[in-house]
């Protein structure tokens, strides 16, 4: 299926590079449907653009949490694990979610730590979690 993404341009995307969001992400309900791309030129290989695929209109730039000093871990509830229809947790990755501040100001891109997307990178099924809590374990590195 063919798609016009308002950042990659026109793109033909297989039916096995679609991720599915069942219940949407929050703010955009009715997208369930996204695909991972890589920006030719883009010089840095983790971060991505997670477009819609039903809504090509709607697009993420995400990236992994060890780009950014981060390692995770947290729990999902049994609904989550239901809605990944995750049998093994070797098959879950972890992306969050980046936004660039407006062009020319000095502050650097921030990314949404409170909030990361688990994919069952095999049944190709995603959630966003919402971390509520502070009891989470997020450990930070300083990245030289």
């Known amino acids: 299926m063919k798609i016009t993404s308002p950042v990659i341009g026109e793109v033909e995307v297989s039916p096995d590079r679609i991720i599915e969001f069942p219940s949407g992400l929050p703010g955009f309900e009715a997208s369930r449907q996204f695909t991972l791309l890589h920006p030719e030129g883009n010089d840095a290989p983790n971060i991505f653009v ?23 871990e947290f729990t999902l509830t049994d609904d989550e694990v239901a809605t990944l229809q995750l049998g093994n947790a070797e098959d879950v990755s972890v992306l969050l979610i980046v936004r660039s501040n407006d062009e020319g100001s000095a502050t650097a891109p921030q990314a949404n730590v409170m909030a990361p997307l688990v994919i069952n990178t095999a049944t190709r099924r995603a959630v966003q979690k919402i971390i509520g809590r502070v009891d989470t374990s997020v450990t930070l590195r300083a990245v030289a």
Do not use: H, I, K, M
């Not at 997670?50 to 995770?72: A, I, M, R």
């Open 50 to 72: 997670l477009q819609g695929v039903d809504d090509p209109e709607v697009t993420f730039t995400v990236t992994t949490p060890d780009v950014l000093g981060l390692n995770y």
